[in-house]
């Protein structure tokens, strides 16, 4: 029987190459199904949006039976979306899992107080998207309770400014741009010319999205793709950054904005409680959260390690996709809206993650620590 060290060796492995197949959204470590049952068995499981019968499979698409004696399962999860979407106004306290956002955001959730580990001060926890609008968002900016599609609006319902935030990378972006806010480094062993050819196809196709560089990985990747030609639309081109080993990858969507007046925020969060203490993610774990759109629900963690492509509507109604590692999936408790819940343990209330993004069948978070260090934080 297959150790989980041998599976996430079989992952970092072949991970590159199975993200590289159309349909394929993630690849994660999770027991084998048969028949809709779990077995005990581990396998290196491929996220796909839409199951397919293999006779509507090319030969290049199919997902093989095991790599590197590792078994392979494939789920049908959906498309994965960081979950934005549309509560009520809480007063005088407000608790943890309601509604909450930049005031440019539609709807999100207040996770749970936190304590910056320099200073002290009480904190909101919450996304990235949801407190700092997909980087877009100044610090200082207001966040509102409820959140503006909830009908929050300035200035009655400003609870808090945002105070910090780890900067989303996008795979459209230049892989070497910093994980977090500041001037980007240069890029190293750059081909601008690939740049130039492709904005220069977008133009000609009347669409708006430019690249600024390209690594000589991608564009060998993108030769790969072409018969050893040159990309012939820009898409093809962001699809060969995103399976080039120097794509830029996320471990977190997170951020932390500072209450006008800690005193109007509770430490209990709805249905669950005070949560002070941490615990990491198991297989099969049971997990529950408090979320804005669906309130508590609970699920079992059915992934770890897993990585994933998730989409973002960003400003103008533009789609981007960012991959992220390391992040743990459980079946589906979520939707819309509860991005920035605080996921526990149902058996002893600790903390174990920060849902950020999901599907119909699947819920996405990130394991609190990742978060905490991130942000320099305690619960």
Known sequence: MSTPAQAM????????RLLAKPNVVGV???????????????????????????????????????????RTDVYEVGQLRAQQTPRERFRPLIP??????????TAGTFGALVKDRTTGEVLVLSN????????????????????????????????????????????DEPPDAPPSGGTPNPPCDVVTAVAAIANTIAAALGSNR????????????ARELTGGGVPDSPQLLLRALAVSPNAPTN?????????????????????????????????GMRVGKYGRTTAYTEGNITLLNATVNITYSTSGGRQR???????VIAEGMSEGGDSGSLVVSTVDRKAVGLLFAGSPVATIFTPIDIVLNALNVSL
């Open 321 to 327: 996709v960012a991959r992220f590692v390391g992040q």
């Open 9 to 16: 060796q079989a992952q970092a492995e072949f991970e590159s």
């Open 28 to 70: 994660g470590v999770g027991f084998k199904e048969e028949k809709g049952k779990t077995q005990g068995d581990l396998a290196l499981v491929v996220l796909v949006e839409q199951k397919k019968p293999l006779a509507a499979l090319e030969p290049h698409e199919v997902i093989p039976p095991e790599v590197d004696g590792m």
């Open 251 to 283: 471990q977190a969507d997170c951020a932390v904005a500072r209450p006008v007046d800690p005193a109007m925020f509770s430490e209990i969060i709805r249905h669950i409680g005070i949560v002070k203490e941490t615990t990491a993610p198991t297989l």
């Open 96 to 105: 943890g899992g309601v509604s909450i956002g930049h005031y440019k955001v």
């Open 128 to 171: 990235n998207h949801v407190l700092a609008y997909n980087n877009e968002a100044q610090i200082g900016d207001n966040i509102l309770q409820p959140s503006a599609m909830d009908g929050g609006a300035a200035p009655s319902d400003v609870v808090a400014k945002l105070e910090r935030f780890v900067r989303l990378r996008f795979l």
């Open 210 to 221: 430019r690249l600024t560089i390209a690594s000589a990985a991608a564009v060998e990747r």
